[in-house]
């Protein structure tokens, strides 16, 4: 049995964001509890180089909407990267899933040949798209969710492997 790119990014995303929202709840429910400053924990990173919290769920939706957007070329939504609280990160999360689980199977049709540019230079990087998928936006999603869990899991939140794995389908 063969898996389409459908079934390699939508699904995939879907789930890795709503894992996202999940560790969210769980780290507004620590801050809430504990007596925490929510700006604390939002702004927390687990290095000086390293994005903090905020930004690592930013970039979390932004890998998942501009991949889908790459390979299925429906325009994703844009936002401003000015979410300063967990009610406003969750509302990110619910409107990227809302974007990405409105693409369908036949959205997505010759999507691993379709030719994907990054320009982040000057001569840009050229994949096909199934090899954008699992060389790049798969790998780069699944940092970024992982940076989430870390750095709240450093911070003392109490999550675990489960929470990061999510639900079993």
Known sequence: MSVSMYQATIPVFVR?????????EKAQAHVEQGGIVPEILLGAQLAPDMLNLTAQVQRVSDTAKMSVERLSTIPAPRFED????????????ADTIAYV??????????????????NWTDEGKRFNGDDYLLGFALPNFY?????????LRNNG?????????????
């Open 16 to 24: 890795g964001l709503r894992v996202v929202a999940n560790l969210l």
């Open 101 to 118: 689980d409105g693409v369908n199977a036949g959205q997505m049709a010759g999507s691993a040949q379709r030719e994907v540019v990054l």
């Open 143 to 151: 940092f970024h969710v992982a940076m989430v869990h870390a750095i």
């Open 82 to 93: 000015n979410e300063a609280s967990f009610e406003q990160l969750q509302q990110r999360i």
């Open 157 to 169: 939140v109490s999550i675990g492997k489960l929470d990061y794995l999510g639900p079993y389908d």
